[in-house]
């Protein structure tokens, strides 16, 4: 199983990023979106199940941020729009097999089971 993000960047207050993330050897049930900023835990950004139609977002997201996948590909994405400051992080793909509805449980890392290598969003005011 491999999940490999790319995408981030360095851009101004307003702008916007498109990561994506290229999952792989696996049929996966449930992915989302994490980020890290510097001395801080890492946090829940969005999740969407595999078959998509269930997004759910932090609320300090909501309306700017958009998680889907491509069926083609296998490919995760997170459009980011309206990008402000605070969402410097570095964001984390992450997948699990299972498929539990309960947004909230997909909102704890802990219940993820893959990882992707994060890719770093910086935004300049």
């Known amino acids: 199983v491999q999940l490999q993000a790319s995408g981030g960047g360095l851009v101004q207050a307003g702008d916007s990023l498109r990561l994506s993330c290229v999952a792989s050897g696996r049929t996966f049930g449930r992915y989302g979106w994490f980020r890290q900023a510097p001395g801080k835990e890492r946090e829940f950004v969005a999740t969407n199940t595999w078959r998509g139609g269930s997004a759910y977002y932090t609320d300090s997201v909501k309306g700017r941020f958009t998680i889907f996948r491509d069926n083609t590909d296998n490919t995760l994405y997170l459009q980011m729009n309206s990008l402000k400051p605070e969402d410097t992080a570095v964001y984390h793909c992450?997948?699990?097999?299972?498929?539990?509805?309960?947004?909230?449980?997909?909102?704890?890392?802990?219940?993820?089971?893959?990882w992707g290598q994060g890719t770093q969003v910086t935004v300049s005011s």
């Open positions: 992450a997948a699990s097999e299972r498929a539990y509805t309960r947004n909230y449980y997909w909102t704890l890392s802990s219940n993820y089971d893959y």
